[in-house]
């Protein structure tokens, strides 16, 4: 067996699931659907899902979030915007930050012990 030696995870992409939503936790589906046992799955494999706007925009269609970012830490997507499509896409751009790295103040500081 390989071992990956990463600890990062970051997945994102179309899921076209319009029948779950993040921001309110339901799922407007049945208990035994794929869209239910996927929205399941997630918070079980300790992921953050990170999209909470509309990704989808087509005129007579109700617009839906089917593009998500999951991230197994919460606070390493930052500054989320939901740009015009490209060409003829009926989906957004999303563009964010990704934190990789945070450096640490190693600055040595004096203290006085009385």
Request: with cysteine; glycine share 2%.
């Amino acid at each position: 067996m390989t071992r990956c030696s990463h600890d990062r995870i970051l997945i994102m992409g179309d899921f076209n699931y319009r029948e779950v939503d993040y921001k309110s936790h339901i799922v407007e589906a049945d208990t035994d659907s794929d869209a239910n046992q996927f929205y399941i799955m997630t918070p079980d494999l300790f992921l953050f899902q990170h999209v909470t706007e509309e990704t989808r925009k087509k005129e007579g269609i109700a617009a839906s979030v089917l593009d998500y970012i999951f991230r197994d830490e919460e606070q390493v997507v930052e500054d989320l915007k939901y740009e015009a499509p490209l060409g003829k896409s009926d989906h957004v751009c999303l563009t964010w930050k990704y934190i990789v790295k945070v450096e640490e103040n190693t600055a040595e500081r004096r203290v006085l012990n009385y």
